[in-house]
T-cell receptor, first 111, second 113 residues
Framework: DGGITQSPKYLFRKEGQNVTLSCEQNLNHDAMYWYRQDPGQGLRLIYYSQIVNDFQKGDIAEGYSVSREKKESFPLTVTSAQKNPTAFYLC??????????FGSGTQLSVL | SQQGEEDPQALSIQEGENATMNCSYKTSINNLQWYRQNSGRGLVHLILIRSNEREKHSGRLRVTLDTSKKSSSLLITASRAADTASYFCATDSRDTGRRALTFGSGTRLQVQP
């Protein structure tokens, strides 16, 4: 069953803690993306990757980091430098410049 | 940056009526896409329209694109309660060199049964 999987569905972060959100796809897509969505708002681009071992910053990359060591995986780390991390995080993949396939999202909250 | 801005922000209609949502954007584009999101879920792709296309249909969906006005519209005909969701436009910009979509703020559609 092809698709894109995000985990966990809910995540809680303590102050000063780094947390990592998982994103895995088996669609054989080269491109992967991370977006942040605040309540009632649109999506803002955090990072994206067009190919393994390469990634680019989006509009709101500060306080986040990513890696792309495998084609299937694009994990996002929310670092302690991100002072307002509470949001819904969406991962997506695509053939470059074509439609995006989204995961079901991770809701991150601060304890 | 929000490339696309949807209008209206919220729309409430009766089942069976048509729903029209508009999107304006700022740069030249390769394509414009519309997505749907049910509350608390991921987005689902609806339609992609390329910059050299003016109109596209998919089932009860009709999308138009006017590149001279930098605008697009999504029409849902004969709406159903199940169409209740948020709808977003997203643009693949030709100007910025960024190879990722930029999303608008969305239209929240409520279809009353």
């Amino acid at each position: 069953d092809g698709g894109i999987t995000q985990s966990p569905k809910y995540l809680f972060r303590k102050e000063g803690q780094n947390v990592t959100l998982s994103c895995e796809q088996n669609l054989n897509h080269d491109a992967m993306y991370w977006y942040r969505q605040d309540p009632g708002q649109g999506l803002r681009l955090i990072y994206y990757s067009q190919i393994v071992n390469d990634f680019q910053k989006g509009d709101i990359a500060e306080g986040y980091s990513v890696s792309r060591e495998k084609k299937e995986s694009f994990p996002l780390t929310v670092t302690s430098a991100q002072k307002n991390p509470t949001a819904f995080y969406l991962c997506a993949s695509s053939i470059v410049r074509e439609k995006l396939f989204f995961g079901s999202g991770t809701q991150l909250s601060v304890l | 940056s929000q490339q696309g801005e949807e209008d209206p922000q919220a729309l409430s209609i009766q089942e069976g009526e048509n729903a029209t949502m508009n999107c304006s954007y700022k740069t030249s584009i390769n394509n414009l896409q519309w997505y749907r999101q049910n509350s608390g879920r991921g987005l689902v792709h609806l339609i992609l329209i390329r910059s050299n296309e003016r109109e596209k249909h998919s089932g009860r969906l009709r999308v138009t694109l006017d590149t001279s006005k930098k605008s697009s519209s999504l029409l849902i005909t004969a709406s159903r309660a199940a169409d209740t969701a948020s709808y977003f436009c997203a643009t693949d910009s030709r100007d910025t060199g960024r190879r990722a979509l930029t999303f608008g703020s969305g239209t929240r559609l409520q279809v009353q049964p």
